[in-house]
């Protein structure tokens, strides 16, 4: 298995976690304590995994550009 597979792997569970972590904080904030707090990770979670979607559809655009 190749390095790059691997990344695109780890960053694709990133993703999925990240995406998962503010399910859950939102879920919390609704049903939960109805801390802000809760809401606000999961705000910033929303928003770490837009980062990553944007950064791993960049690599593999970069890898297809490269040839690879």
Same mark, same amino acid.
């Given at each position: 298995?190749?390095?790059?597979?691997?990344? @695109?792997?780890?960053?694709?569970?990133?993703?999925? #976690?990240?995406? /998962?972590?503010?399910?859950?904080? +939102?879920?919390?904030?609704?049903?939960?304590?109805?801390?802000? @707090?809760?809401?606000?990770?999961?705000?910033?979670? #929303?928003?770490? /995994?837009?980062?990553?979607?944007? +950064?791993?559809?960049?690599?593999?655009?970069?890898?297809?550009?490269?040839?690879?």
């Amino acid at each position: 298995m190749s390095l790059k597979i691997i990344h @695109i792997a780890i960053m694709v569970m990133s993703v999925i #976690l990240t995406l /998962s972590f503010a399910a859950w904080g +939102y879920q919390d904030f609704l049903h939960g304590s109805g801390s802000r @707090i809760n809401l606000g990770l999961a705000c910033a979670s #929303l928003a770490a /995994s837009a980062g990553l979607i944007y +950064y791993l559809f960049w690599f593999v655009h970069k890898l297809r550009k490269a040839g690879l």
